[in-house]
């Protein structure tokens, strides 16, 4: 077994690199983040005047029909949201530019962990998992691969959607994490939350009722091994899937037990591992050490679930 860095090590070398190489390079980053930030607020307000004069209108004319109020209000919705994804795009455009300079150095702080984008080799898994709802297309924004404490952890922020033009819908938007359990079991379970109708995400796979009456009206459970899914599934597993839903915020958090794999989807609206904000300096330290307490908290589940441990959740 390698020897894992502490935490407090982890730390400390974030904070050396941060000041000794990170700055540096993004001081580089720091004349085209002004100026993309004066071009941004420019588009912004150019899309907001219609936006501004809209309202003006809607509230101003008492001679307006419902139907004209309705396409009036769609008329200020489209043109702030234009303005929105205008800003979104130019900032995460910024930011694909900046990371790949940054990352592997913010990397090396956790020891074996790498840092890429775009592919996630284990979207087929996680799609055979039924961990998230069915999808046909995936996109990617921060993808992490490594192991800490002998225990391989795979980090996958993404979007994933179904279907075709107006009809594509977002099944699940947030991050995906694949741990390796470190114990052995046959089954195949998952924790979805709570449905009314408690439908199965497979058709092998039969709706579970547990003892723990206030996880039972959070969650489903679904498997094709029952007496193996109260082995994992324990008082103590669902406690801290609890914790980890509030301490991460999410909307809804499922996991799945497959292929002696734990994997886990943590639905949020929150962009994690964003460090390039428009309207900060780049060198602003808050947004780095948002990013590394992110990272963290996830690596904090191997020891959270015990998975370095040959005994049960």
């Known amino acids: 077994m390698t020897e894992a ?36 607020v420019i588009l912004v307000i150019i899309c907001s005047i219609p936006g501004f004069y809209t309202i003006f209108v809607l509230f101003n004319n008492p001679h307006l029909d419902y139907e004209q109020k309705l396409d009036m209000v769609q008329y200020i919705v489209a043109f702030f949201g234009l ?34 984008q775009d592919i996630f080799y284990s979207e087929d898994f996680v799609q055979d998992s039924c961990l998230i709802p069915d999808f046909d297309k995936s996109k990617y924004d921060d993808i992490f691969e490594g192991s800490f404490k002998d225990v391989s952890i795979e980090i996958a922020e993404g979007r994933y959607t179904k279907g075709h033009g107006k009809n ?19 089954g ?46 324990t008082t103590s597993f669902m406690e801290r899937l609890n914790k980890m839903q509030t301490a991460f915020k999410a909307n809804d958090i499922s ?11 943590i639905s ?14 780049l060198e602003d330290s808050g947004q780095f050490f948002q990013m590394y307490e992110e ?8 020891d959270y679930f015990k998975l370095d441990q040959k005994i049960g959740l």
């Open 255 to 265: 996991c799945a037990f497959y292929d002696r794999w734990l994997l886990i989807a």
């Open 268 to 281: 949020t609206s929150k962009d994690l591992f964003s460090i390039c904000s428009l309207v900060k300096p």
């Open 188 to 233: 195949h379970t998952i924790i979805r939350p709570d449905s009314i109708f408690h439908g199965s995400p497979a058709s092998y796979l039969e709706h579970t009722t547990l003892e723990d009456v206030v996880f039972e009206k959070k969650f489903d459970v679904f498997t094709n091994n029952e007496v193996e899914a109260r082995y994992l599934i």
């Open 295 to 302: 990272i963290v908290s996830i690596i904090k589940l191997i």
């Open 83 to 116: 303005g929105w994804l205008l800003w979104q795009t130019i900032k995460k455009s910024f930011e694909d530019g900046v990371k790949p300079s940054i990352m592997p150095v913010v990397c090396r702080c956790f020891g074996d962990l790498e840092w890429s």
């Open 5 to 40: 860095k502490s935490y407090q090590q982890m730390r400390t070398e974030f904070f050396e690199n941060y000041r000794k190489i990170i700055v540096p390079a993004l001081k580089r980053h720091e004349l085209k983040r002004k100026s993309l930030l004066v071009f941004a």
């Open 168 to 186: 594509r819908t977002t099944v699940f938007d947030g991050v995906i994490i694949k741990l390796d359990m470190n114990k052995d079991f046959d």
